[in-house]
C-alpha cells in the first residue's frame, strides 16, 4: 500500500499551475442511465477524458475560459462554455438520435479506435446483440461476442468462450464488477445474460489494464442497467423456448431508481404430456433454467451514491419413475427419481463516493457462488399380509465455489494528461472439489449415512494495483501499471508482481500504432471434462504440488478510422502460458479413490496469430467483418509422449460477419456468417480388448480400448453457416411491438459436433459424423412500454 500511497503523491505533484476542475456525470436524457465511456474534449487545448463506469468525468483546466464538447456513440454532441473561475460541477443530459440521420454520422464520432490507448478491446453495443439474428430467437450477449476476432465457440451452438487460445476457465467474467464463475445454461448452447438487463459489455483480450488481475485470457465486463431515473418502463418478450420480463423506474423521482428482470425456459411444461405418455403416466421428467437480475440505485447526494445488484440463475434437469405391480397377494411399489442441476448467485453493495472533484472512490463488497450437483434416490417397497418391508439408497455429488470479497478502487484526474487509477482488495474463497454423499436406509434403520471424496479447501486472495493513463506528448501516450497479489492456501503462500503496458503513438490525425506488453497470474485452476458434455467443472486452488498459472503476452497492432464512418484494426500476438492442467488420459471427476491432484497432468502452452476487424458503427448499415488466423499449442509432459499437440480448439482460419440494416424505423434485419477450421480431436485408429484381472483373466470381460496415434491429430471438418433475420417494429401510444423471425444455418450446413467410428453392414469400420443443428426458424414477440 506505500507504493499506492507514494505514486499518489508523486503524481499530484504534477500541478504546477493552479487549475479549475470541470467535473460531474455523463447520462441518458431520457432514462438517467449512466453512459460508460462518453467523451469530453478542450477544444483549444485538445485536452480531453472519458466517463468512469458510472458515468463520473473531471478534467482539469488552466486559463480564463474553456469549450468543452461532450460526445458519445449515438447521441448529439453536446458544447459548453465556461468561465474557469472556480471549480465547475457540470453534470450533462445527452439526447439519443435518430441514426437514419446521416448527418449525425460526422457528429458522433467521439472516441476514435486511433486515439485510446487500450488495445485489443472492444465495447459491445446492446442495440447490436438484439438486431442480430441468434439461435431459437434468444438474443445473447456470448453468441455476439463469439463473432468478434480471436474468441473461438467451442462446439456448435454452445456459448463458451476461447480467447487467443486460452481455456474457458481463463475469461474474468465480471457482472457489475463481480465474478461469474459459469456463463451457461442449457448444457452450453445459452448464456446466463439477459440482454435486457444489460447496459455495457467490454471485452478486453489483451494489453490488460493493471485494475483487472485474476485470470490469463479475457476480461469480459458486463454492466447491468440501473434503473429509469425519470419513468416508469418495461420490456418483455415471448419466444420459442423462454419468456422473459424485465421492469425499471424511479422510487424516487432522479433520487431511487429500480431495475429488475427475470426468464424462464417452458420446455419441461411443453414436453410433459409428451413425455407422460411415452411413459404411460408412469414417470415423467424434464429440464428449465431460469434467472433473475435486481438492482437498486440511490442518491444520497452528487458526492454519495449507492447501488446493490444481484443475479441468481439455475438450471435443472429431473427424471422421475414409479412402477407397482401386486403378486400373490403382495404390492410391489418402486419409485427412482435423478436430478442434475446448476447455478450461480452474485450479489454486490458499493458505494461511491467523490473525495473531491479530482478524487473518485468506489468500495465494493460481494459474494459469488457456483454450485454443481448431481445424484439420484431409489425407493422400494413390499406390503404384504405378514407387514411392510422396504428400502431407500441415495447418492449426491457436489461441487462448487463461493466467494466473500470487498474491495476499494479511486479514479483520480490530477492534469488532463494523467487519469490514475489505483486500489486494493480481498476475497476468501471455499472451493469443494467433489464431495460425495451416500446413505441407505433398511426399514426404520439407517445403515449406511456417509461423506467421501475432497474435503472443503479454504484460501484467502489478495491484491493492490496502479496504472497511469498518461499523454507524453500529442502523439504518444501510454497507459502503465502494476498488479500486485498473493494467494494463501494450506499454510502455503504464492506471490505474483505483473507489470503491464500500453503505449500507443499517432502517425496522424487518423491512424495510430500500438503496443503492449502484460503478465497475468491466476490462482484458480478449472477441471474439464470435455468428453461429457455436462457442466462437471471443478473448480481447485493452487496446491503444494499444483502451482498458479502465469502467462505472458505481447501483442503489435494498428488502428485507422476511415472516412469518418469505418474502424480497422490489425494486431498481432503472442501468449506464452505456464502451469496449466488437464485429465490424465482416461481420467475425470468421476471415481474417488484418488485425490484431484492425482487425476492431473501439469504443462504449458502456446498461442499466436493475427487478427483484422474493420467495424462501421453508425448509420442505416453497421456491423463488422472479423478474421483471426491463430495457432495454439500444448505440451505435456506425460501426454502425447511428451509432444507438443494442438490445443482442441485451435482454429488456422476464423471468420465472423455480423452485418445489420435499418430500412426505417418499423424495419430491420440482421445477417451473420461464420466461418471456422475445424476442432482438433483425437480419433483412435484400432481397438482392443483390455485384460482385467477381476474378472479371472477373461478378455471379453474387460473393456474395449482405443490406441490413439496422437492427441488432437485430427481435424474436423470445417464450419460455417449463414443465419439471417428480420424485425418488424410498431409503435403505439403507450408502447412498441417487435416481431422478430429468424433461421439459424439458412443453407443447412451439416457441422460436425461429434465423430466416431462405427461398422458397417459387412463390419468394415468407417468414420460417422454426428451433425445436431439443421436449417432452424424461429420467432419471438417483444414489447416494450
Do not use: C
Amino acid at each position: 500500500m506505500r507504493f499506492l500511497i507514494v505514486l499518489f503523491v508523486l503524481l499530484s505533484s504534477l500541478l504546477l499551475n493552479a487549475q479549475v476542475v470541470v467535473s460531474g456525470y455523463v447520462t441518458d436524457k431520457t432514462s438517467g442511465e449512466p453512459l460508460i465511456g462518453a467523451t469530453i474534449y478542450e477544444e483549444s487545448t485538445k485536452k480531453g477524458t472519458t466517463t468512469n463506469v458510472y458515468g463520473y468525468y473531471s478534467i482539469a483546466l488552466s486559463g480564463d475560459s474553456a469549450i468543452l464538447k461532450f460526445s458519445f456513440v449515438g447521441y448529439g454532441n453536446q458544447r459548453f462554455q465556461f468561465a474557469l473561475n472556480e471549480d465547475i460541477k457540470w453534470n450533462v443530459e445527452m439526447d439519443p438520435f435518430n441514426e437514419l440521420n446521416e448527418v449525425a454520422v460526422n457528429a458522433s464520432q467521439s472516441s476514435n479506435i486511433q486515439d485510446e490507448t487500450q488495445m485489443s478491446s472492444i465495447d459491445l453495443s446492446m442495440d447490436k446483440v438484439k438486431a442480430l439474428p441468434v439461435f431459437l430467437g434468444e438474443k445473447d450477449v456470448m453468441k455476439t461476442i463469439q463473432l468478434l476476432p480471436g474468441i473461438q465457440s467451442g462446439t456448435e451452438g454452445a456459448s463458451g468462450i476461447y480467447v487467443r487460445g486460452g481455456g474457458p476457465d481463463q475469461n474474468l467474467i465480471l457482472l457489475d464488477g463481480v465474478p461469474v464463475y459459469n456463463a451457461s445454461h442449457l448444457f452450453g448452447f445459452f448464456s446466463v445474460f439477459n440482454a435486457d438487463a444489460i447496459n455495457s459489455v467490454q471485452l478486453i483480450k489483451g494489453g490488460f489494464p493493471a485494475h483487472y488481475g485474476g485470470r490469463l485470457s479475457s476480461v469480459i465486463d458486463i454492466r447491468m442497467k440501473e434503473g429509469n431515473m425519470k419513468e416508469f418502463h418495461g420490456e418483455g418478450s415471448i419466444g420459442l423456448i423462454s419468456a422473459k420480463l424485465m421492469l425499471e423506474g424511479p422510487i424516487v423521482k432522479d433520487k431511487t431508481s429500480f431495475a429488475i428482470s427475470g426468464r424462464r425456459t417452458y420446455i419441461d411444461l411443453l414436453a410433459r404430456p409428451l413425455i407422460k405418455a411415452a411413459a404411460e403416466d408412469q414417470g415423467f421428467g424434464g429440464y428449465f433454467f431460469y434467472d433473475l437480475n435486481a438492482k437498486l440505485n440511490h442518491k444520497f447526494s452528487d458526492k454519495s451514491r449507492l447501488y446493490a445488484s444481484g443475479y441468481f440463475g439455475n438450471d435443472k434437469f429431473y427424471a422421475t419413475l414409479n412402477d407397482e405391480y401386486v403378486d400373490n397377494g403382495t404390492t410391489y411399489s418402486y419409485r427412482f427419481e435423478n436430478q442434475l442441476k446448476w447455478g450461480n448467485g452474485i450479489a454486490a453493495l458499493r458505494w461511491n463516493y467523490l473525495i473531491n472533484p479530482k478524487l473518485f472512490s468506489n468500495t465494493t463488497l460481494t459474494f459469488s457462488k457456483y454450485n454443481f450437483v448431481v445424484g439420484f434416490s431409489e425407493q422400494d417397497e413390499q406390503i404384504s399380509s405378514t407387514g411392510t418391508e422396504s428400502q431407500e439408497f441415495s447418492f449426491q455429488y457436489l461441487s462448487g465455489i463461493r466467494d466473500y470479497s470487498a474491495k476499494v478502487d479511486f479514479d483520480y484526474t490530477p492534469h488532463p494528461d494523467h487519469y490514475v487509477k489505483f486500489g486494493t482488495g480481498y476475497t476468501y474463497h471455499t472451493f469443494t472439489p467433489g464431495v460425495n454423499t451416500f446413505r441407505q436406509e433398511q426399514g426404520s434403520t439407517v445403515e449406511i449415512d456417509t461423506t467421501f471424496g475432497a474435503t472443503l479447501i479454504n484460501a484467502s486472495e489478495f491484491w493492490a494495483y496502479a496504472e497511469d493513463d498518461y499523454k507524453i506528448t500529442t502523439r504518444l501516450k501510454a497507459n502503465l501499471g502494476a498488479h500486485f497479489s498473493g494467494f494463501i492456501v494450506n499454510g502455503r503462500t504464492y506471490l505474483s508482481f505483473q507489470p503491464r503496458a500500453s503505449v500507443r503513438f499517432m502517425l496522424n490525425e487518423n491512424s495510430s500504432i500500438k503496443a503492449s506488453y502484460a503478465q497475468m497470474a491466476q490462482f484458480l485452476h478449472l477441471l474439464t471434462n470435455t468428453g461429457i458434455g455436462l457442466p462437471t467443472d471443478l473448480w481447485v486452488p493452487p496446491t503444494d504440488t499444483i502451482k498458479p498459472q502465469y502467462s505472458t503476452q505481447y501483442a503489435i497492432g494498428y488502428a485507422q478510422t476511415i472516412a469518418k464512418k469505418y474502424e480497422l484494426s490489425v494486431e498481432g500476438y503472442y501468449k506464452k502460458m505456464t502451469n496449466l492442467i488437464e485429465y490424465k488420459d482416461g481420467a475425470s471427476f468421476f471415481g474417488n479413490q484418488e485425490s484431484w491432484e492425482e487425476k492431473i497432468e501439469v504443462g504449458e502452452g502456446m498461442a499466436y496469430g493475427a487478427e483484422i476487424l474493420i467495424e462501421k458503427k453508425v448509420g442505416k448499415t453497421s456491423g463488422w467483418i472479423g478474421y483471426t488466423l491463430s495457432w495454439s499449442n500444448r505440451t505435456f509432459e506425460n501426454l502425447n509422449f511428451g509432444e507438443t499437440f494442438p490445443y482442441r480448439y485451435d482454429r488456422r482460419h476464423d471468420i465472423g460477419v455480423a452485418i445489420t440494416h435499418k430500412f426505417n424505423e418499423r424495419v430491420d434485419i440482421g445477417v451473420v456468417w461464420v466461418y471456422g477450421t475445424g476442432n482438433a480431436v483425437s480419433l483412435g485408429t484400432e481397438r482392443y480388448l483390455s485384460y482385467d484381472a477381476a474378472f479371472n483373466g477373461y478378455y471379453w470381460e474387460g473393456q474395449e480400448i482405443e490406441h490413439i496415434d496422437s492427441r488432437n491429430g485430427y481435424r474436423m471438418p470445417s464450419y460455417h453457416r449463414l443465419d439471417i433475420g428480420v424485425n418488424l417494429h410498431k409503435k403505439m401510444a403507450k408502447w412498441e411491438r417487435t416481431w422478430s423471425f429468424g433461421v439459424y444455418n439458412m443453407y443447412n450446413r451439416q457441422n460436425p459436433f461429434y465423430l466416431y467410428f462405427s461398422y458397417d453392414d459387412s463390419g468394415d469400420r468407417r468414420l460417422t459424423q454426428i451433425s445436431l443443428f439443421p436449417l432452424i426458424p424461429s420467432f419471438s414477440y417483444s414489447f416494450k412500454f
